[in-house]
């Protein structure tokens, strides 16, 4: 079968990756894919947010038998109810599920309807009625711009100037543009946090293994949001106790709550989980994989990804079994230096040489006059398994030194933090 993956970034390369194990498929096209994706398959030059050419593009090609759209923003235009408007097997959930991620005003209302655990919440379109409330809130509290804002709409307020500025910045100077209309103003929470996703086809929902990002720029969570420096899996205080817990509070729950509001999510759930002193709780649902906790997930995936894709399609993945490595996986992000600010593309970038039981996964990388260089911010993931975090971790950083390329940094503290958690 021939399959076309849509995104750029390094989950598509993961994605990719795992893909081109599998036996059923044959030919791989990327949308636009990377440097990295493009030594797996032919890229394909479409905008992927401009859904009707996209669905153009799948209309010509008729050896494209599948699509996998991997990225948020073309979920949330609905690429997937186009593709399948046209006769298209695609896999990702439809625009009305992927709006569990595409609008937290929803996501935060859906909680609270079914009684999800989650924060304490109140939504706000109004600058003048939020500032009220902000005035007199509990201080630390958190906004979050309503909308996608790649990660970056969301701000922790330890004093109540800083929220006074930040709502501001939100709802009047439209920093996140129109993410920023509507608000939600929430309850501070503290604890370990873990991504759980999930495959779903709307019936039974199946656990992945689970993982830790690590959103912040610099060591031990300081400096900006990014888009995530690294991740590592499993999560080590995540037992067999709190994989019920979240089953059954959390995650079965969700998915009988989309049915119930006409929304039957089909694709891969991602749960943003916090261990608070009062349990489990839901800090965010993303309508799609990870990144970069894909790129820790995938390697860990003993069954035939592609054959769990068709099952989900076809609403019969209690059928399939899913099987997991044993030990664990970390995966180190390299950046462009500057970013999450302003960064400078086109550093040449040398790999030197690196063990063959290492993945890297592109992300902002493309070939330019034969060499690979960077174009983006997150530019490559540096990926490997171990019997535990601590020996893929040792692995990862020995190789991380022979790459180079201009203003590059990355973290040195991927894989340290919750070792010391009891698992439950
Ligand atoms: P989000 O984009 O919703 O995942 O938020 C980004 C990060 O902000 C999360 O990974 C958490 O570390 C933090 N965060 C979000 N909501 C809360 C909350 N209610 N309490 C504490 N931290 C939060
Ligand atoms: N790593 C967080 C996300 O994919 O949203």
Redesign the pocket.
């Given at each position: 079968m021939n399959v076309l993956v849509v995104g750029n970034g390094g989950?598509e390369h993961a994605i990719v990756q795992a893909l081109k194990k599998s036996p059923k498929v044959d030919k791989i096209y990327a949308m636009k894919g990377n440097a990295g994706i493009g030594e797996l398959a032919e890229l394909v030059d479409v905008d992927y947010c401009d859904i009707k050419a996209v669905g153009d593009w799948v209309d010509m090609h008729k050896d494209v038998e599948y699509t996998v759209v991997a990225p948020?923003d073309p979920l949330a235009l609905g690429l997937v109810d186009e593709l399948e408007s046209r006769g298209h097997r695609t896999f990702g959930p439809r625009k009305n599920a992927a709006i569990i991620e595409a609008s937290k005003a929803f996501s935060k209302e859906l909680m609270k309807k079914y009684n999800i655990p989650t924060a304490q919440y109140e939504t706000f379109s109004e600058y003048e009625t939020a500032k009220k409330y902000v005035e007199t809130c509990e201080i630390p509290v958190v906004l979050k711009a309503d909308g996608l804002a790649l990660?970056k709409g969301v701000l922790i307020c330890m004093t109540r100037d800083e929220a006074l500025d930040g709502l501001k910045e939100m709802m009047l100077d439209k920093k996140f543009g129109t993410a920023g209309n509507k608000v939600v103003v929430e309850e501070f929470l503290v604890g370990p946090e873990v991504?759980a996703l999930a495959f779903t086809d709307g019936k039974t929902i199946k656990p992945m293994i689970t993982s830790c990002?690590h959103?912040r720029a610099l060591d031990n969570d300081q400096g900006l949001n990014t888009?995530?420096m690294g991740?590592f899996s499993p999560a080590p205080f995540y037992g067999e106790k709190t994989e019920k817990e979240v089953l059954e509070k959390i995650m079965l729950p969700t998915i009988r709550a989309m049915n119930a509001e006409g929304r039957t999510f089909k694709g891969v759930l991602?749960f943003?989980l916090m261990k608070t002193k009062d349990g489990m709780k839901v800090i965010?649902y993303?309508a799609?994989?990870?990144?970069?906790?894909?790129q820790v997930i995938l390697p860990m995936l003993k069954t035939d990804l592609m054959e769990i894709f068709e099952a989900i399609t076809d609403e019969r993945l209690d059928e399939v079994e899913i099987e997991w490595n044993d030990g664990a996986c970390v995966c180190l992000v390299l950046a462009s230096g500057g970013y999450p600010e302003k960064y400078e593309k086109g550093k040449e970038i040398t790999f030197g040489d690196i063990d063959d039981d290492v993945i890297l996964c592109h992300a902002g990388t493309a070939v330019k006059d034969g060499k690979v260089v960077t174009s983006g911010g997150r530019v490559l993931g540096v990926c490997a398994r171990g019997a535990d975090i601590e020996e893929a971790r040792k692995k990862v950083y020995a190789n991380a030194e022979k790459i180079h390329f201009d203003g590059m940094y990355y973290r040195k503290d991927i894989g340290i933090k919750y070792r010391d958690i009891a698992k439950e």
């Open positions: 989950r948020d990660g991504s990002d959103k888009g995530g991740t991602y943003g965010e993303n799609r994989f990870g990144d970069p906790e894909t």
